[in-house]
């Protein structure tokens, strides 16, 4: 039925984006003239000459939602109809763009750590640093492994444009709606950039204090002790940038960053009750163990020239490195549990991640000399993963030490026909993987108290070398009668691996070896797409249907302990978003507004036919976003409500009690600038409207601490300079 609604309102409202700038993008071109070139597509070529739905978030649509919310996340997830609704905390988990995994990179380098996903890839470089965010919808294998629902890039700042010093500060406080002492925050940044002659350089440094948040009766929010929080924490983010143009197409560019936020630990978990709709807070308190944070360092080196043999040549060498430490709970976790060591329910224990990649990635764009209708980019890329996941108050392996290795040269073309009427797309890469685990013991532990069957048993597991390659297509046609008006056909494949901590730590049969183990085989998504764009005056309007499939994908399931397993199943999804933004006759007013609508089902008996619909873990709820924005002198403002739909999850597998509610919520900006800087307020929740959040209303129905409200009324008062 979707399928046939999609089509049809394609066909009568002929609206879809390629690339749709937020309003009051510095990147989206008047009159409907697309110059936007979008990085993470790996080409030179505007973003209309690509088959792709791609949105550019520019710097001060970025800007504004980073003064109601706080982070990029939540700017990307606001601004993104198919982009779930945020949990608020320093885990991502079960937060997905078309109901897939987005890949989360700064300046194309991927932030995930693919082997156990610790959905901490949101939270690796401040906002402040950030230029821009490219989003791709959809799955592809443009960056490599991942982005099985589309890539998140993050853009840094550029190199100073001047001569001599520039920069620019920003100061912000931040309040609960009672200025409770408690609800407090602030943060303070900075950025210096120097250009002299070839050489130019960017230092910067980002502090941030966040207090307790607050829901819409005043309750302080529950604290997720084991998946972290971003309240009550503390965020340092450096940031350097060293540019040397070698000649006046050629540039060295050295990128580096760290990024560590860290729990305050001040406060406790107090249960709510799901049954009585009590949502779960917290309270003054020591929690057990180290509280959850996470620390991400990150260095790149890249050699570009755009006059290269007459093409485009871009090169980079990086190095990753994240820690994710885990919190404890007050009760031990039953999973952690040996008799070995410690009377069972006795043995107190919280778990760690940590990964370290590094890679490389080259490619080379030109038009064919003699036939310039004709674009060839060829390219390499490479990575190296290893990670782990520990035990940090006994030292044991949770996740064995496990070593991941990617190679994959691909190649893409891009035909010009009748003068631009058409373009064809296309190309390939093949992804050659190898996944290297050396012997280990499952923990010891099983569910004791019987409401699950065993999820490990201390048993012995063969390592092993299994590789994986695969040739991955993709191509499309764009069809562009008139100047801004488009559309396109698409079809492209996505490649990443499974959770493969999460599925090595839970064997718990015997004679398990590695190498034969079919759990932890790729997973490969196609992505079809349809699409059609407006871009005309004072109309800027898309809309999109697309459907993605995978014979072997991946759906997380809860266990009694709050602890997800990964389930390989067919997973089927499909979609339709729509987007629609009007510049009005008042100078300087924009009206838009944008809907999604996504349907995923899974196969979870087996018989190769999906017979239930993916939970609120695994895909997004239906939604509609309403916004206007006034730009005009020194005024600048948007208000924006996001409608959250009702949701009822049928299939084999179902519980009533997970279906969701809906809610919707208001946000509202203002800004003034001034000789002396700008001065901002921004409110987020602006009727302080109290709701479960969408995590929690669909998953785990008697876990009392887990029934998280969302944040209340909150005021920022910023002050921003540049100089």
Do not use: C
Request: proline residues 5%; glycine residues 12%.
């Amino acid at each position: 039925m979707i399928r046939k609604f999609a089509v049809a309102m394609l066909l009568g409202t002929a609206l879809s984006t390629p690339a749709l700038a937020q309003p009051g993008d510095a990147n989206a071109a008047p009159d409907g003239e697309d110059t936007i070139v979008v990085t993470a597509a790996r080409s030179i070529l505007p973003a209309n000459a690509l088959p792709l739905t791609i949105d550019v978030i520019g710097k001060e649509a970025l800007d504004q939602q980073l003064a109601i919310s706080g982070s990029v996340t939540d700017a990307v997830a606001t601004l993104t109809p198919s982009f779930s609704p945020t949990r608020q905390k320093l885990s991502g988990a079960g937060e997905t763009l078309r109901g897939r995994s987005p890949l989360y990179a700064i300046n194309g380098i991927p932030q995930s750590t693919p082997l156990r996903d610790g959905s901490r890839d949101g939270f690796t470089i401040d906002g402040f640093f950030i230029d821009r965010v490219e989003v791709i919808f959809g799955s592809n294998a443009l960056q490599g492994i991942g982005g099985t629902g589309g890539i998140v890039n993050q853009v840094t700042v550029g190199a100073p444009a001047a001569e001599g010093l520039s920069g620019r500060t920003l100061l912000q406080a931040t309040a609960d709606n009672d200025f409770s002492r408690a609800g407090m925050g602030g943060k303070v940044a900075g950025l210096v950039q120097y250009k002299a002659g070839r050489f130019d350089a960017s230092v910067g440094a980002a502090w941030e204090r966040r207090g307790v948040f607050f829901d819409g009766e005043g309750r302080p929010v529950g604290i997720n002790l084991t998946q972290g929080e971003t309240q009550d924490s503390e965020t340092l983010s450096l940031f350097g940038r060293f540019g040397y143009a070698v000649t006046d197409t050629m540039r060295l560019d050295l990128i580096a960053s760290r990024f560590e936020l860290k729990g305050d630990g001040d406060y406790a978990a107090v249960a709510g009750d799901k049954d009585a709709g009590l949502p779960t807070s917290a309270e003054r308190g020591t929690p057990p163990g180290a509280p959850a944070q996470g620390r991400t360092e990150s260095v790149a080196l890249s050699l570009t020239d755009s006059d290269l043999g007459g093409g485009n040549f871009v090169s980079q060498i990086f190095w990753n490195r994240s820690r994710d430490t885990f919190g404890g709970e007050p009760n031990p976790i039953a999973s952690f549990q040996d008799p070995a060591i410690a009377p069972v329910g006795t043995l107190f224990d919280q778990s760690q991640n940590r990964s370290r990649k590094y890679g490389g990635k080259i490619s080379y764009e030109r038009a064919v000399p003699g036939f310039e209708a004709l674009t060839l980019i060829a390219g390499f890329d490479a990575l190296w993963d290893s990670t782990e996941q520990r035990l940090i108050a006994t030292d044991r392996a949770w996740v064995p030490p496990t070593d991941f290795r990617s190679l994959a040269p691909f190649g893409q073309a891009n035909l010009e026909l009748a003068g631009g009427l058409v373009r064809l797309a296309g190309g390939a890469r093949y992804e050659n993987v190898k996944i290297g685990i050396a012997d280990y013991h499952t923990l010891a532990a099983t569910t004791y108290d019987g409401s699950d069957p065993a999820t490990y048993g201390g048993v012995d597991v063969a390592g092993g070398s299994p590789t994986f390659d695969d040739l991955l297509l993709n191509g499309g046609v764009i069809v562009e009668p008139l100047a801004g008006i488009r559309a396109y056909a698409s079809y492209a494949e996505g490649y990443t691996v499974p959770d493969v901590g999460r599925i090595t730590r839970a064997v718990a049969d015997t004679g398990v070896d590695v190498d034969d183990f079919l759990d932890i085989s790729p997973i490969v998504s196609n992505n079809r797409e349809i699409g059609v764009e407006v871009k005309r005056g004072p109309l800027d309007a898309s809309a999109s249907y697309f459907w993605s499939t995978s014979k072997n994908g991946q759906r997380l399931r809860a266990g009694s302990d709050g602890i997800f397993t990964v389930v390989r199943e067919r997973v089927e999804i499909e979609g339709i978003e729509i987007n629609l933004a009007v510049r009005m006759p008042i100078d300087g007013l924009t009206l838009s507004t944008g809907y999604a609508h996504i349907k995923g089902r899974s196969d979870t008996d087996g018989d190769d036919v999906v017979d239930t619909d993916l939970d609120g873990a695994n895909i997004s709820p239906d939604r509609l976003n309403l916004a206007a924005a006034y730009a005009n002198g020194p005024v600048s403002a948007r208000i924006q409500t996001q409608f959250y739909l009702a949701r009822s999850f049928r299939g084999l597998v179902r519980d009533p009690r997970n279906d969701f509610e809906g809610y919707n919520l208001t946000d509202a900006f203002i800004r003034y600038q001034t000789s002396l800087g700008g001065v901002s307020l921004s409110v987020q929740n602006l009727f302080d409207k109290q709701y479960i959040s969408y995590a929690s209303d669909t998953q785990r129905p008697t876990d009392d601490f887990f029934n998280f409200a969302g944040r209340g009324r909150t005021f920022t008062l910023g002050w921003d300079y540049r100089f």
